[in-house]
């Protein structure tokens, strides 16, 4: 890219002030960044490594681009699969974490209440 030093590219674009402003990381930091998250993720480490091997034909399964799109195909919709599965699962979590929450304020709400007494009884 035109005027940005080597190795340093836009990771996109934050609003700062109202204004659009890109965001920059060093292609240092960005791979990092992916190994960090990619360590945390392994099932999609190792899903991205058989990718890689299948780009680079190491088992030899490959020697058609038929045979290479089908390979590539299947382990991406794997990839997708168990995304969508692990997306579920942490927004499961995240919202009985929620309704937690939720329910341990409203016992201590009740807890701490003194009651109101009804207008016009009188006791």
Do not use: C, Y
């Amino acid at each position: 890219m035109a005027g940005w030093p080597h190795g340093v590219r836009s990771t996109g674009i934050m609003r700062e002030r109202g204004r659009a402003v890109a965001t920059f990381k060093s292609e240092k930091s960005q791979t990092e960044e992916l190994a960090e998250q990619l360590d945390r993720h392994p099932e999609f480490r190792d899903k991205v490594r058989e990718l890689l091997e299948i780009i680079n034909n190491k088992s030899g399964n490959a020697n058609k681009a038929d045979d290479a799109e089908d390979l590539i195909w299947e382990e991406l919709r794997e990839m997708g699969r168990r995304a969508m599965q692990d997306w579920a699962e942490r927004k499961h979590e995240r919202v009985v974490g929620e309704s937690d929450t939720r329910k341990e304020l409203s016992k201590k709400e009740k807890k701490g209440s003194t009651g109101t007494q009804r207008s016009g009884e009188s006791g």
